[in-house]
């Protein structure tokens, strides 16, 4: 790994300015995605500023129709969240199941949500629910803001501050998982509330994508049943030695119908 | 070169590192505590796996610099040199180890699991395990070692 400077600002201020100043600069919050990518040397920044110690990006809000949750919150603290159990289990279950319990006690959701991985568990988790990304200086609806592989609206120094779900009616996760990683070969979140019936998938493309045809049937008829017989392009899908498109396209039908029964 | 201080096994350390340098590198190479592994370097195997101020984290997936101030405690915290901590003692007993490389990690990551679920069951184990990879024992005895090692501990 290249060396670099490092920062450790406390506020958002200092850390802009830091990033401002540097010549190629990025953040890092867990460090579970960009160390591993330093390391392999696929990125060398000149600055590394660490968003761990600005106390504005922590902590979890619940009002009973918003769960926000700041940038630097670990995976650990969503899954381990009474005020998120209570509004959202779905979100606390996800977030227990990503990666292992040690990059759950490092990875955030700011970082996980900033790096876009196609294979993540939260792309599904806020596009699925509705979420809205808020920036230092705008906000970005789910949707519009996981536009691809690793690709996102965000400018270099821009900096997530917090991600803000609204509370669904019922909502629930099925994810089936790389052996190895952990990561996604496909997971869907289904979500019914005030943001309609949402089917939203992630692991099976290039990036999280809704299945409009599920959310119809499941409009008409919310059992898994009203699943039966609908299926995804597996020509839009990702293929791999381990998971083919078409096998991918199967899973997807199968994580849709279970995260439905999981709904109750 | 930038400063970190930190507590390593309960002592005040400080040192001048480069930025880049990994707490694993620190640890290993700087306070010359070598019960700390390096398996994989890519994340994936928990060989290197120390708490941190009370929870178990990778640390070949962390910077010296992001434990300034921080408490880490590693494996060579456990035994007082003459008696094995419970969950070594249990390991030994139950065989949970044949060649040992990752099994300090092992040790580590289950005993951040016992701190919050004194009395795992064995798909808890299995479960908290997702991120220590043993390439010699099959795991079978390591959930045996651990469910025992919870169990002399008090669990
Ligand atoms: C072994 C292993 C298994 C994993 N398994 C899974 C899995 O099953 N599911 C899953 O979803 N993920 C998985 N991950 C990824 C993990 O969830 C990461 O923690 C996450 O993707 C990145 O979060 P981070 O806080 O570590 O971000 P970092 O690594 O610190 O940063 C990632 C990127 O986001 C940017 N960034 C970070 N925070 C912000 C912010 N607030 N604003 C703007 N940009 C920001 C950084 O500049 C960087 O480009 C796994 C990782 C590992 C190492």
């Given at each position: 790994m290249e060396n670099f400077e490092f920062h450790g600002p406390s506020t958002l201020d200092q850390a802009l300015a830091a990033m401002g100043a540097a010549e190629d600069g990025k953040f890092m919050a867990g460090g579970q995605?960009?160390?591993?990518?330093?390391?392999?040397?696929?990125?060398?920044?000149?600055?590394?500023?660490?968003?761990?110690?600005?106390?504005?990006?922590?902590?979890?809000?619940?009002?009973?129709?918003?769960?926000?949750?700041?940038?630097?919150?670990?995976?650990?603290?969503?899954?381990?969240?009474?005020?998120?159990?209570?509004?959202?289990?779905?979100?606390?279950?996800?977030?227990?199941?990503?990666?292992?319990?040690?990059?759950?006690?490092?990875?955030?959701?700011?970082?996980?949500?900033?790096?876009?991985?196609?294979?993540?568990?939260?792309?599904?988790?806020?596009?699925?629910?509705?979420?809205?990304?808020?920036?230092?200086?705008?906000?970005?609806?789910?949707?519009?803001?996981?536009?691809?592989?690793?690709?996102?609206?965000?400018?270099?120094?821009?900096?997530?501050?917090?991600?803000?779900?609204?509370?669904?009616?019922?909502?629930?996760?099925?994810?089936?998982?790389?052996?190895?990683?952990?990561?996604?070969?496909?997971?869907?979140?289904?979500?019914?509330?005030?943001?309609?019936?949402?089917?939203?998938?992630?692991?099976?493309?290039?990036?999280?994508?809704?299945?409009?045809?599920m959310e119809e049937a499941l409009a008409a008829d919310f059992s898994a049943a009203a699943l039966q017989g609908i299926a995804v392009d597996s020509g839009d899908l990702i293929s791999e030695p381990d998971a083919s498109a078409e096998y991918r396209a199967h899973l997807v039908s199968v994580m849709a119908r279970r995260a439905v029964e999981a709904c109750g | 070169m930038p400063t970190v201080s930190m507590t390593v096994n309960g002592k005040q350390v400080s040192a001048d590192v480069e930025a880049r340098t990994l707490l694993v590198e620190f640890i290993r190479e700087h306070l010359d505590l070598t019960g700390t592994h390096v398996g994989c370097d890519t994340s994936q195997c928990g060989a290197c796996v120390v708490h941190l101020d009370g929870r178990s984290v990778k640390s070949c997936t962390m910077l010296a610099l992001e434990a300034d101030g921080a408490e880490v405690t590693t494996i060579e915290s456990l035994s007082n040199g003459v008696e094995l901590h419970p969950m070594q003692a249990a390991f030994k007993e139950h065989h949970g180890l044949q060649c040992g490389f990752c099994t300090p990690g092992v040790v580590m990551s289950v005993l951040d699991l016992v701190s919050r679920n004194p009395d795992p069951s064995e798909a808890e184990v299995r479960d908290w395990l997702e991120g220590n990879l043993c390439r010699c024992t099959g795991y079978h005895n390591i959930i045996k070692s651990v469910q025992a090692g919870a169990a002399a501990m008090g669990g």
């Open positions: 995605s960009l160390l591993p990518v330093m390391k392999l040397e696929l990125a060398a920044p000149s600055d590394v500023i660490s968003l761990a110690g600005i106390e504005a990006l922590r902590g979890i809000e619940a009002d009973g129709t918003t769960v926000t949750i700041g940038s630097a919150v670990t995976h650990a603290e969503v899954h381990e969240s009474e005020a998120v159990r209570q509004a959202i289990p779905a979100l606390a279950d996800m977030a227990g199941g990503i990666g292992d319990p040690q990059v759950r006690n490092r990875g955030t959701i700011g970082g996980a949500v900033a790096h876009a991985d196609p294979a993540a568990d939260y792309p599904a988790a806020l596009v699925g629910l509705g979420a809205t990304v808020v920036t230092d200086r705008r906000e970005i609806s789910a949707e519009d803001f996981f536009q691809g592989m690793f690709d996102t609206p965000l400018e270099d120094d821009e900096i997530i501050t917090a991600v803000r779900f609204p509370v669904p009616e019922r909502a629930a996760y099925a994810k089936f998982a790389n052996q190895a990683s952990g990561y996604a070969i496909a997971g869907v979140m289904v979500a019914s509330g005030d943001a309609g019936i949402r089917v939203a998938v992630t692991g099976a493309g290039s990036c999280v994508f809704r299945v409009t045809a | -």
